[in-house]
């Protein structure tokens, strides 16, 4: 962004949940695959002769998948609980404050929707980058030097949002 002053710019505060729900999509669709082989029967069948090691490959086969989908879901629930840790400790420990809209960016998506941020400063030592969409959007049409309503976590300044 152009125009703004020489000091560090941090993103808005934004709790990232993308990891936790990759994590259990993947451990659901493993087990999953378990389940339906285990129901059909796969791999149970006697190995033809020569084929000795068909069903101690297939319980291998099956013992790893076991243990992926338990690293994945216990990968969920930990996920999880930094979430609603984080979520907490935003909550009772933020403070609402007033700032100034010192710039704004546009980014072209192409085929897709375009990106929208405000760039907002409440501290003389640095600046706040912060997507706006959906009922946020408003924000950006405001013109720089508007004075806008956030909260910020009293531990740590640069975590801020809009209200």
Known sequence: MKNLPALPVYDAYKIDKGTSLTALIVAVAVTLIIAVS????LGTHPAAPGEGTAGVM???GMGFCILLSLG???AYWRKRA???EEKQGFQHKAVSTTAHIVGRERED???Y???FYIYYQFHPDFIIKAPVKG???HYYELPEGSVIEIEYCMDKHTQSRLK
């Open 38 to 41: 285990s129901v059909w029967g």
């Open 135 to 137: 009922k946020l959007l």
């Open 58 to 60: 297939y319980v291998l």
């Open 113 to 115: 929707a375009d990106s």
């Open 109 to 111: 998506g192409g085929e």
């Open 82 to 84: 930094a979430i609603q």
């Open 72 to 74: 994945l879901l216990r």
